[in-house]
């Protein structure tokens, strides 16, 4: 069974910095696209960031950066999105996704077969 699981979340003050984990087990996605999702209370979800397995390239939504980075251990099978300069309207639940694809082009509007459960991130004014 291919698990994706979450860790990291919680509340913090607006400045603030989280890190969020997501541990893959029961496949290997070394090679593919890691990424991460939000969705805010009455928002759609949104793409947030994508780490390609297969050259490491890096995509960030406009919202987050210069303030969040993803990473990936591959060691592991575990990717992180460290957030920094966290903001109110970060508050969101967060979700890792990944599936067979090599490259992060487009990766918010692609269909993902693998996700975590989410993790609450709630950012304090």
């Known amino acids: 069974e291919v698990r994706l699981v979450e860790s990291g979340g919680g509340l913090v003050q607006a400045g603030g910095s989280l890190r969020l984990s997501c541990a893959a087990s029961?496949?290997?996605?070394?090679?593919?696209?890691k990424v991460w999702f939000r969705q805010a209370p009455g928002k759609e979800r949104e793409g947030v960031s994508c780490?390609?397995?297969?050259?490491?390239?890096?995509y960030y939504a406009d919202s987050v950066k210069g303030r969040f980075t993803i990473s990936s251990d591959n060691a592991k099978d575990t990717w992180y999105l460290q957030m920094n300069s966290l903001k109110p309207e970060d508050t969101a639940i967060y979700f890792c996704?990944?599936?067979?694809?090599?490259?992060?082009?487009?990766?918010?509007?692609?269909?993902?077969?693998?996700w975590g459960q989410g993790t609450q991130v709630t950012v304090s004014s």
């Open positions: 780490i390609s397995g297969s050259d490491g390239s890096t």
């Open positions: 996704a990944s599936d067979t694809y090599y490259h992060c082009s487009d990766y918010a509007d692609r269909v993902y077969d693998y």
């Open positions: 029961g496949y290997s996605f070394t090679d593919y696209v």
